[in-house]
Every structure is written in structure tokens, then in C-alpha cells.
């Protein structure tokens, strides 16, 4: 059964600690993926993934971080970002609170590319906020990301079934793992079979001047939930061994 | 049907927006409720009555902020927080963007009494933000809280319910609201009936000090999924009601 | 005699730190307060009742802070307001030095219902903060606000005087104190027997067409300067017994 | 008779709007100024002279900005700082309010040395900020610093005073200016002849090494009310006069 | 020529923005480089690139960022870094001044692996900030980083002269193309056989322990200054194409 | 020879600390200096002087701060500037990692007066946010700041040399020094006779009125390359003399 920090005790997280010192954070974003993707897209893939994971590996999930750094998609309506700057305090808070515990080893599911940079960014940040405190055993954080859309087994079925049709953002893999996750929620609508692509990201502004429905290169037509089945269980099993490695070290 | 903005798709926003400027996000904490108490008691609350309220007044809502200001937790193995500054400023960062779409009246439900100082400091740090940019109707942004468990409503059932044994943290109220949503995770412990009560809320060093088990003056005990169902439509009723007033204004 | 640490050598204090821990802050702002009630208002009051606290328990007593959080005020020519994020920034920086020296309690003698919320916030800043620092007992500080407003026997006085003419801003209770202490500065306008109230507070500039000419519900004209030795009295009397009690916690 | 910020309505700083877009603050400092010095020295200086300029230009005075940047005092007890970023903040946000109103010459009367460098900076850093915002004339708003104790006359009488023994710290001219001001607040200790002087000023630590008893160089047993009086006279005369020309550029 | 933004005059900046809108931007680090390793490697080489590719294409040079974002190789004595929230805030003043000229495309010709994560983040963060101004055609623009040493052509050369003896920090790449600029500061020291590998990237402390004479699995020893020469050569090729394809985004 | 950290390698960090723990930053600006002066002027008088004194003091220089305070330039093509809560970062960022390995004397020579404020308000900063730290001698930390345009023998030759065609900004004493660097870049342009002085330092708007070519009084036409070797001479002798001064304190 996936354990949850949501539905934990502190007693409970106590114990965990003392077989344990790992936890894994989903993240995700709030943004538009094209006419019918769901603007949750990024959280809802993450989350579902870190729990598929949790159970695979007996590890602790954290609450979902929902909004991340999405500012180039803030033209189209729904969206919603954190500016680098927040996100970096924001992780710096978490990892600080939980290392005071004894909690060393943060994998952090991703599903959203955009995320990346400044993930990386709060880590060396958070290391170096770390090294002022009197927390024991604080040089001994890691933080690590593992972004389940650049799995290998992941990208490998997504070019099996869509070829260049996969496009980079609104992509029918992300569109399919939703679907199986949400068959409820599938949406439609036509989709002009001419797609922008190629014309890198700059402002917001400027996206939606490049990207008008929002898609990038994809054809999220191609999704139908089963190929989320498959997404799902790749990214799973290829995010667990990761994590379990990431624990190792 | 509940509209998640998690599950709509830009356009559908879009359309939204054409009938109403109403957003409500729910708000919670990640911190301990004492030895049987839910860590995510705060968010699952606030949660499940922000779904409540949509289906009831077709508002639009927004994915949950599961961390809160919980500092004062911090002792206590679990408990995740942002610092003020930083809560101010996810705050600051959600509500720009969506304004920049035309939404208006933000509504934060709520199910944690540390959010509450931080919340208003974060909408009066907003609203002059937002002056400063070249939004059309900026000064017409309005942010409110609603917190379920000052609902007089829900205030009074408590007080019949469990007297004085309500406390103020890791109550029996929000004990038993979680119960009623999961009921699967109801947890047990031997609680001590001597439970500290009144001995202010300072550092978390203190704070542990104060509250060896991390309840106030609550025996969570009491708790029931039942009582859990009333609290819940209560909480709904009274949200719902505010909500569609707040609306007005 | 009242003990002003702006009147102290740091001899003087070294002496006074051997006896006591505690300190008051008197804490305004500066904002309008309609159209006869002065600028200075809320930390004009909120001077004069600390240092009448402060004569009655032998306290020392800090310099005033003058401006506080009012930004919803800043569409009224004269107010001046700190951003919730700078105030936070200054209240840590504040309770930062003086815990060095061995500072424990802090108590806010405030006259503006605007910074009560920023003032909750910073506190809890301050103390995560402390707990970074080497400071000995930096996490026995404890800080707490006294509204002076807010008085069970200030508060009953004034809807005795007042009834609903009290209102909520430019107060004949805060003007008839300030009357009071300064009363060549008593000023007078023909006031509009119609006042607006219960339109809320969001920004300045929706903070002016809802009340456009400051006040809020209240009609200051009830105000005399005898009224404010009775406020003054008993805010002093009530504010002097919470600040021993809080010494003893 | 002065026109003070705090003692005025804001019909009434409308009224002055019309006819002046000038304003002074006092800023001082809370520190140690050695075994005799107050505390509030600075602050007490900065506000009395700023009120007499006020009273011979008819200027408004803004509230005295007791705490700045004295960082360097804060191993001497009962010294309160500020960071410089917090200072510049602060800075920022007061001259904002008050730029959006039409001010648009800002007098800053320093009593402390140790301001200087901070408020430069902080203006640099408001003129910036101001660009950004949509504030008629803006660009036309213009900061000046005028330190009392750099006024020539009063550098030339501090020296016919008390020669090399004027000093650079707890000096006898800031210490007589204070007698004046509050006559009943004349502290006495036995000074050591010998006083530290030109060790530089660095960290705090460093500070109370270099200078133990916190004068620098300084004999302020020489100091008296009369004395006092004539700094206070030159000063004003001298600032009344930069201030006038000021509000010419 | 190579025209540097250094030696030129404001009107020869004017006259170049009305033929070009573009401009570059060397950014290296100032950290270890293993024993032989210069610690200005980073900025060396993008400095010198840099300048070669401004010849090349006729672009503005303007003046190289020497500290960057390096973090984790603080244990190592030399070395400097700006925290990531420190960078962001320099390239998001930079951008913001140049932009307000009528500079649009930004150009970073980066040598260090470590400034790539937080560079993206400023560059979301600067666009964000720029939409909030009042700058015409802000939103066009655009910054994009270069990284030297993963060019196609230099990353070819690299794993044919060295093989896995290239590593990844430290590199002989680098190391040759140091020698080649600075023939008369080539160092020599002898160097492990065993050098360590793989162990990842995380604290200061963790670095120093994983990587103990700073080198990450490479041989520098391999280094020559004409295998620096053809770096340099391949490098200035290859991103000054690439510059100027930007300039036509 | 001079010793440029950027040219050394970690291990003779090493060996440099264990005989001295000062270290030279030179630091600049990058800003318009009149029709005929160089952007890069003050970072290359500064980066020029350092060497020198490097050369005859044996002391490390570090890399060259190009980039300033240089806010009130802005409105000037080409002038690039930090804001000074930057600059503050930047320098607590540099410091910060260097006192880690045991350096203590911070010497920065200085080639732009605007710096000088930002640069003091920096070190207060500084050796606050050290003492918090688990650095041992951090309370040792000094900072200077050594400015070569106001060093009392360039200071009497520019006043011989041309009196008071100096003026204060573009002045041909710092214009000269560029041309004994770059004699090369000497650039000519028809100066107006008539050039503006005196009219204070605000805004960027503002400083574009007061002041349109950007010189400030001075008449920079009066340099040559030998009036810049004996400025260069002079400096390196007079702030070679203060670092080494500066070293015992």
C-alpha cells in the first residue's frame, strides 16, 4: 500500500525515519496543454507516477507540488506559475524542514520540463542554506529529479506510437497517461493538423505568438487510454529502480 | 459536477471566465494533529469542503496549496512549512497570473488557523503589487478567507458535540471530517487524557515543549466518521452561501 | 518613572537586562484617519498607552514604531506604509539584536487593526530564524501583540459612548485619545451624517470609492478629550496586567 | 509652529500638496553612544533640528525613522539595527507612498554616520523603482541626505569646543545637544581618560574590541545644555537655508 | 575587430543598435579546476571564445560574468559563487537595462555546466519582470545560452583525443584551451591515476569527499595548447553560426 | 609578477593563505563616460591598478566586478548597472565564500564613485550575515574600499593638470588612464565648450536632462596616454602603501 505523508501520523513518520531517509516529492505544474489536454496534465502524471512508485518501493510520498514554473504558458488562461525565485524559496522550505528530522535523500517525480532548471537551481541553493544550519548530518542531502517523460522505456514507446507527432509539450504520451488516470475527463476538440513547432520559448507573450492553441509540434488525437496504461507502468518501474539506486547513494 | 481547474482545458477556462470571475482555492497545512491525527489533515479538509462548495455554487476550483505556515509544527517529524516571506509570495505569484485572465474574486478556503495572519498580510501585499502592473481592472481584485472550522455553524456543533474537549489543535472536529473522507486511514492510539491547553503558540522548540504530543487541549478521541458527514455539510452550506455573497460584492 | 531605552545608556540596559527580559514596542502607523482625525493616530495612541504601561510596571519601553501596514489607506495623501514583506523584514531585524542580548519577551502595544496580521507573520519568521542562530535561549523568545482597541473595558466604554457610531476606522474612541494627548491639535469638519461600512478592504484604490472620505462607519464628532483620559486609563490598566502575566510566561 | 505629518489630516496634506511638494524625516539610529551617551541620541537630534527647520520653512515633518543601520553597535546592549536591505526597503517603500501623492523633494536631517552610505544607496535604488511605476512626474522626484553634524558651523564650533576630544562617537557636541533637548536625562559615569580611536569600524565583535566602552575618541564629559543649544541654533539655520535651496533644483 | 562593449562610447552603442539588436555575454565561474587547472578556466574560455565570435559576426562583446553559479566547489580555497537567487537577480538587472535601450537578443556563451540550470531560470524570471515594465517590443525579448563545450564539433574532437579521459570536470578540453590562451601559466603537478567518477553532484562538503582533488573522472594531463587551438577554432565556428541564426529568431 | 587568482590553481590558494589572508578585488562600472570615454572606464582603471598594486604587494588579485552602481547611467545606451540590494548580494555571495577558506582582509579597488555608498552598505551587511555563521574568525572579516580617482596625489596632479575642467564625471584624469591602457581606443568627438555641472545626481531620466552628453563639468579632451601613466603610478604607489597598512590592522 502507498504510504502517504497526507495520511500519516507523526509517530508514524517517526518510524519510517528510522528504516529510512528517503522521501519523494510529485511535481507538476497548472498550465495549458493545448485544446484538450488538461491543465493539470503535469501534476496529475507526477502524482499518480509517485504513487505507482511509493508502492513499488516503500517509500514515503509527500504532498503533491501542484503550481510550478510555467511562466511562458501565462497567456493562455488557467495557468498559473511561480516566478524561479518563489519556487527556489519554496523548495529550500521543504527540504529545510524535513532534513531538521533526519531525512536526507529527496527524489522529486517530475512532470513538467519546464520545472527543471529551477529545480536544480533551489537544489544547490537549498544545499548551501543547509551548510549555515546545525543540522546533523546536513552535507549528507541529496536531492535528485527524475522526470518521468524522459524515462527511456517512456520515450522509446511514445516514439513506437507517435513518431515526430509527440511534439514537446501537450504531447500525446502526457494526454494518454491522463486519460487512463481520468478516463472521465477526456476531452476533444479539432485540432488543426498544422502544428507549430521549433520556435523555442522566450515570454509569454511571445509563446502564444509562436504557439497559438498552445500545442507544441503534437498531435494529442493520437492518445487513447491504454496507451497511458503503458506510459504509466514504464515510468514506474524505470523511476523505482532509480530511486531505490538514488537511496543507495 | 465539481469543475476542477485541474481537469478543464484552457479554452474551457476561457469560456468560464465569460460567466464568472469567481475562483476558490483551497488551503492547507502539512503538519502533525497530534498521535492519531492525519498530517494532511488541514489540506484534506479544506479539500474535500472547497469540492463541496464547487458543486454547490459551480465555482471554479483551483488545485489545493498543501503546505502552509506551519513553523510552529516543526518539531514534530513530518511537518513541512513555508516561512511567511514565502507563503506571501505564492500568493502573490497565484493571484497575478490569474488576474492577468480577468479573474477578480479569489476565495481561500481554508482549514489551518496558522494560514490565517499570512493569508491576509499576502493579499494586502498583492493588491499593491498588482497596482504597480498595467492589468485592466487590477483594483477590482478581491481575496477573502473562508475557514471552515470558524463557521458558526460547525463551531457550534463541535461545542455540543465535545465541549471543551474540542481544544484547538488536532481537535476532534477535523479529526472526524477526515475520518468521514477517509475512512480507511483512521488511526488509534493510547491518548493521554491530561492533554496541555493554553500555553501560546511561540517557537517550534517551545511549542514542543508546551504540547509533548502535539494536541492542544483536544482529545480527537471523541471523533467519528458521522460526525465527520454533519461537519462537512455544514462547512459546505456556510462556504457556499459566503462564496455567492463574495461574489456580489 | 517610565523607562525609555531612548533615554537609557546601554549601561543602563545592561542593568535592567539583569532583572527583566521583557520590552514593549509601541507600534502604529501612519494613515489617514477621515477628515479630522490625525495622520499620527495609531502610533500616537499606541505611544502614550505604552508609556503609561510602562510607568505602571516598570518596563522599558522601545522607540515607536510610526508606520506600519496600511496600505489600503495609500489612495489618501499623507498615509506612508510598509509593505508586509518589509515589516516582516524589520520586526525580525528588531527582535534579531535585542535577543542577542538577552531579550526574551516581547510585547507590541499596537494601535492599528492593519498590522496585526504582518505582525503574526513576523513573529513566526523571527523565531524560525532565531533557532538558525547561535544565540542562548534564542528559542525561549516569545512575542505577542496588546491592541489596545481591543480591551475588553475599552471596548465596552466606546458602544457605551458610541453605540454603532463607533464604526471601525477613524474611531471617536482612538480620535478622543488622541485628544486627549494632543489637545491643541483637535480638529473639525462639517463630517457627512452618512458613512459608508461593511464595504471591506482590498486595495487602496477600491479602499477610496468605498469610502471616500476615510471613515469607516464611524462619526469621530462624539469624540472629547475626556472621553479619551477614560480610554486611556483603561487601556493602560488592562495592557499592564497582560504584559506582567505574559512576563510570568 | 511645525507642521508635523503626524498631527495633520489628509485634507490638510492635500491642502500643503498644492502649495509644496517637499517633506522632511528625521532618521536617527538606537545605539549605544558610550557610558553617558543615550541611546536615542541620534534620533533625538535628527527629530528636534528637523522640527525647528520645519518651524523656520514651513516644511511638513514626516515621523522620525528612529532604527537604522548600526550594525556595528549591536554588541553593546539595548543597540537595535537594521540590515541595510531591510533599510533600503523601508526607504523605498515610504518615499513610493508618498511619490504616488505628488511629493516629490525628499529631506532627509541625519543625526548618525552610519545612515549615510544605506540611504544613498536606497535612493539609487527608489529612483529605479519609481521608473517602473506608472507615477506622473516620477522622474522628478530627488532624495537629499543633510547631516546636522556636518553642517560647517556646527564642525567649527565642535572644534573651538572641544578640539581632538570632539572624536568621532558619543561625541560632546551629539551628547550637549541631547542635554539641551531633554535637560532632565543628563546620565554622569566616570570616563576613562584614555579612549580607543581610528581602529576602523568593522563587525560588531570587532567594534567592542576596538572600543570597549563605545566612544571613539570622544570626551563627552565636556558637553553641556548650552553648549547644546548652539549646535541646535547653527544647525537649523544651516539645514533651514540647504533645505529651501533644495526644493529650488 | 572585435568590438567590447568596454571600449566603446555611448553614441558607438547607439549607432550599433541601429544595425543590431543583439549582443554577448561571456559567463565562466571562478572555482577549482582540479590540481592543474586554472580557476578562471570557465571564464578564460568563454571570454575568449567570446571574443572570436564577435569578430566573426560583428557583435557587441560585452563584459564577462568571471563568477557563476559553483556552489558545490566551495570546499576547494579560490573558489566564488553567487547563490542561484543571487545570479538570477544579476541577469535579470542586466537584461532589463540593455532591454530598455532596444537590445532584444541575448547571447550567453557560457563555459561552465553549473551557470546552465540557473541561467534558464533567470532568463524565465527576466522575461516575467519585463512584461511588467513599460518598454516597447519587451516582449521580444529573447536570451539563449551557448554552451562551448558541447558544441557538436568540440564535443567530437574531445572524445577522439581523450576518450572517457575527457571527464567532466576539469576536463583536458578545457584545461588545452586555457594553455592556448595563457601559454606562459600552465601548470603542473602530479596527478592521480585513480580519479573519481560518477559520484554525483551535491553539497560543498559532499564534493570534496566524492572528488577529493577536484577533478570528476578526467586526465588533464592530456592537455596540449594546439589541441587548444582547435577548440577554440571549432568553438568560435560553430556558436558564431549559431549566434547568428539567433539574430534572425 | 602579478598573481591573478583566475591564473592560479586551488593548491596554491592554499599555500598563498598560509602567509597572507588579504585579497584585491578590483571594481568597476560599466557606463556611459561621454561622448569620447570609455563604458568600461572605471573597470579598466580599476582592473589596471589592482595589477599593479599586485604586482608590488604580492598580493592575489581576484576577478574584476565590471558590472556596478550605475542606476542614474541608465538612461544612456550601453551603461549597464546593478541595483544596489544586488550589488549588496554580490559582494556578501564573494565574501561569504572566501572567509570560508580563511581569507580576512577584503581590499577593493574602486573606479566609480557610485559604487562607493552600495560597496559600504555591502560590508555592514556582510559582517552581520558572518557572524551568524559557523566561521571561525569570521568576526575578523574587513572590508575597505580603496577609491584610486580620490587617492590625494591623483587627486593634486588632477587638479594641476586641468583645475577645474576636471569636473566629475568623464574626467579626463580617468580618461587619460584609459588611454595609457588603450592607446588604441582614444576616441575624439567635438565637445561642446559649454558642459553642464552641479545639478545633482537622481533619477536616470533626470541625470539625462541635467547632464546630455554625459559628462559631468569636465572636459575629457584634455587627456593624454603619459597624463595616464603618471595617474597610474601614482595610485598603484598610494594604494599600494593603504593595503599594506590595511593588511596589519
Redesign the interface.
Known amino acids: 500500500m502507498v504510504m502517504?505523508?497526507?495520511?500519516?501520523?507523526?509517530?508514524?513518520?517517526?518510524d519510517y525515519?528510522a528504516r529510512s531517509q528517503g522521501i519523494i516529492f510529485p511535481i507538476g505544474s497548472?498550465e495549458?496543454?493545448?485544446?484538450?489536454?488538461?491543465?493539470?496534465t503535469d501534476?496529475?502524471c507526477a502524482e499518480a507516477i509517485a504513487k505507482g512508485v511509493g508502492e513499488a518501493t516503500e517509500a514515503l510520498i509527500?504532498?503533491?507540488i501542484?503550481?510550478g514554473?510555467a511562466?511562458?504558458h501565462?497567456s493562455?488562461?488557467?495557468?498559473?506559475?511561480?516566478?524561479?525565485?518563489?519556487l527556489?524559496?519554496?523548495i529550500n522550505?521543504?527540504v529545510t524542514?524535513?532534513a531538521?528530522?533526519?531525512f536526507t535523500h529527496f527524489f522529486f517525480i517530475n512532470g513538467h520540463g519546464?520545472n527543471?532548471?529551477?529545480?536544480?537551481?533551489?537544489?544547490?541553493?537549498t544545499?548551501?542554506h543547509?551548510?549555515?544550519?546545525?543540522i546533523p548530518n546536513?552535507?549528507?542531502?541529496?536531492?535528485?529529479v527524475g522526470n518521468w517523460f524522459m524515462c527511456g522505456s517512456v520515450y522509446k514507446l511514445a516514439k513506437e506510437l507517435y513518431g515526430k507527432e509527440e511534439g514537446s509539450h501537450a504531447t500525446p504520451s502526457e494526454v494518454a497517461l491522463t486519460q487512463y488516470i481520468?478516463p472521465d475527463?477526456i476531452?476533444t476538440?479539432s485540432l488543426s493538423p498544422e502544428v507549430a513547432s521549433g520556435?523555442?520559448i522566450?515570454?509569454?507573450?511571445?509563446f502564444r505568438r509562436s504557439y497559438p492553441d498552445?500545442r507544441m509540434g503534437s498531435n494529442p488525437a493520437l492518445a487513447t487510454p491504454e496507451h497511458g496504461r503503458q506510459f504509466y507502468e514504464l515510468a514506474v518501474k524505470e523511476l523505482s529502480d532509480r530511486y531505490l539506486e538514488f537511496l543507495k547513494?
Open positions: 502517504l505523508l497526507q495520511l500519516r501520523t507523526w509517530p508514524e513518520v517517526e525515519l497548472t495549458q496543454h493545448g485544446p484538450t489536454g488538461l491543465i493539470g501534476a496529475i509527500a504532498p503533491t501542484n503550481v514554473m511562466l511562458h501565462t493562455f488562461p488557467g495557468s498559473i506559475s511561480l516566478r524561479p525565485s518563489t527556489i524559496r519554496v522550505d521543504y524542514c524535513l531538521r528530522y533526519g519546464g527543471i532548471a529551477t529545480l536544480k537551481a533551489a537544489f544547490s541553493e544545499y548551501y543547509l551548510a549555515d544550519l546545525n546536513c552535507d549528507r542531502v541529496r536531492c535528485r481520468y475527463a476531452k476538440a520556435r523555442g522566450y515570454s509569454a507573450a511571445d498552445g547513494s
